[in-house]
């Protein structure tokens, strides 16, 4: 069993940074893509970013390619969101993700099975 918990978010004036940590408990860390995801209000929940098992790959949401850093340190069982030139847009509940074991690197939020709790991002104009 997995759990995930967020940290990092907070209020910050648009053009700033931001670094996003994901702590995660369980032994199977290393076998899991791991994703963050983002929902604003009235909105539903988006993908934002992911990054494979073994930090070969990365995948990004057309609104985070070249603002957004996903990473991982698989020692640290952490994943981390680094986030600059932030939006008013960029508002909302963080979340960060673990998928199935082995499963491929994707933004489907239903190939994720396990979720933190959120960590608030607000970004004022």
């Known amino acids: 069993q997995a759990q995930l918990v967020e940290s990092g978010g907070g209020l910050v004036q648009a053009g700033g940074s931001l670094r996003l940590s994901c702590a995660a408990s369980?032994?199977?860390?290393?076998?899991?893509?791991m994703g963050w995801f983002r929902q604003a209000p009235g909105k539903e929940r988006e993908f934002v970013a992911a990054?494979?098992?073994?930090?070969?790959?990365?995948l990004y949401a057309e609104s985070a390619k070249g603002r957004f850093t996903i990473s991982r340190d698989n020692d640290k069982n952490t994943v981390y969101l680094q986030m600059n030139s932030l939006k008013p847009e960029d508002t909302g509940v963080y979340y960060c993700?673990?998928?199935?074991?082995?499963?491929?690197?994707?933004?489907?939020?239903?190939?994720?099975?396990?979720w933190g709790q959120g960590t608030q991002v607000t970004v004022s104009s």
């Open positions: 369980g032994p199977t860390f290393s076998y899991r893509a």
């Open positions: 990054v494979s098992r073994s930090v070969g790959s990365t």
């Open positions: 993700a673990a998928a199935f074991p082995y499963s491929p690197l994707t933004g489907t939020p239903s190939t994720y099975n396990y």
